[in-house]
């Protein structure tokens, strides 16, 4: 919590691009772009997820050790998802069309 | 801010140095908290990205069945309400007890809007008998059924096309999603529910004129809690409601 008081304009903005974004999305998602859907629909997820811990959650302003833990957080997660989704791909425990 | 004068050093608990100090061991301590809600939602998308890349036909119809109407607007509720919530701080941080507390109940006001819409989407999916059980039943028209299933698909799996489409197989699948759909988005209410009790006691706080621009950490904690369960929805919402619409 830092003692820097974001200016009120700044969260307006942020406001208007989560809104622009999520309009984005609902869009991009009825046109037919093969597997590129998912990637749109996470990219911008994230895009916005990255906007709101930035600028509301004030970690652009944070000391850099808030940063450190949240990337520590995505590191664990990226383990999490890379080793289990790893093993269900290779076991075929479930019938993937993938396979 | 140095705990020089008798004002400040009230503003800190004694084991800190100064009250800097203590705000960023809050917002650290805040943070350490969300990292563990982060990898316990994180399991829930794992779970959610397995069965959808093992049942890609059934989880594409299934979310079909969402009102994207009724998603869409919640989720333009949710930014709302982490904007009043963003200016519930900048209002502490500047010492408008009065905008703090408007925009607190402004918060909870735009939170109980998402809830009740919330509310409304599970009572038309329990009409429609999309509770997964015994009297789950997914309404699929035949013409979708024969030309929703790519073929390259059911080649790949080494499945005829005709069993990949199977009534019987979508409707077992289609409710792993509706499973998945009850079990994310109720975490998800509950963590707003729980969001909403602890904005309702920072208004009865508030009112007591309790924060002041030295001392606000609750409110900025709790706004801290507040935008994770908007990024939570961020994800939710694409991942639930938009899958599959364009096939």
């Known amino acids: 919590m830092s003692e820097h008081v974001v200016p009120r304009r700044v969260y307006f903005l942020v406001f208007a ?25 996470l990219g911008i997820a994230a895009f916005k997820a990255t906007l709101v811990v930035l600028y509301f ?8 050790l808030i940063g450190l833990a949240i990337a520590l957080a995505m590191a664990w997660l990226m383990v999490l998802i890379v080793i289990t989704f790893g093993d269900y791909v290779t ?8 396979k | 801010m140095r705990a020089d004068s008798g004002a400040v050093a009230a503003a800190h608990a004694h084991q800190f140095e100064d009250a800097a100090q203590q705000r960023d061991a809050v ?7 969300l990292v563990t809600e982060i990898l316990f939602f994180g399991g829930l998308f794992l779970a959610y990205a397995i069965y959808r890349w093992s049942f890609p036909s059934a989880f594409a119809l299934a979310s079909r069945q969402l009102d994207i109407t009724l998603g869409g607007v919640n989720t333009v509720v949710l930014i709302a309400s982490s904007l009043t919530m963003a200016l519930a701080v900048h209002a502490a941080q500047t010492g408008a007890g009065r905008a703090l507390l408007g ?11 998402f809830l009740g819409i919330k509310a409304v989407e599970y009572r038309h999916k329990f009409e429609e008998h999309l509770i997964p059980g015994a009297s789950f039943h997914m309404p699929v028209s035949e013409a979708t059924l024969s030309g929703d299933i790519p073929p390259d698909q059911a ?12 009534p019987a197989e979508i409707q077992r699948h289609a409710q792993i999603y509706f499973s998945l759909y009850f079990a994310m988005t109720g975490m998800h209410a509950l963590h707003m529910v729980i ?18 621009p030295a001392y606000f950490a609750p409110v900025e904690i709790v706004g801290l809690y507040w935008h994770f369960v908007d990024i939570v929805w961020i994800f939710l919402f694409p991942l639930l409601y938009l899958v599959g619409r364009h096939a």
């Open chain 2, 155 to 166: 080649i790949a799996a080494g499945v005829p096309a005709t069993a990949l489409s199977a």
């Open chain 1, 91 to 98: 076991r075929g425990w479930v019938p993937f069309p993938g």
């Open chain 2, 195 to 212: 969001g909403l009790g602890l904005l309702a006691w920072l208004a009865l706080q508030c009112r007591k004129g309790r924060f002041t």
């Open chain 2, 103 to 113: 925009f607190l109940l402004l918060t909870i006001l735009l939170g109980g809007v």
């Open chain 2, 27 to 33: 917002t650290l301590g805040m943070w350490t908290f």
């Open chain 1, 57 to 64: 959650m004030h970690v652009r302003y944070n000391p850099r």
């Open chain 1, 17 to 41: 691009l989560l809104l622009l974004f999520t309009a984005l999305t609902v869009a991009a998602a009825f046109k037919d772009l093969g597997p590129f859907n998912l990637v749109v629909a």
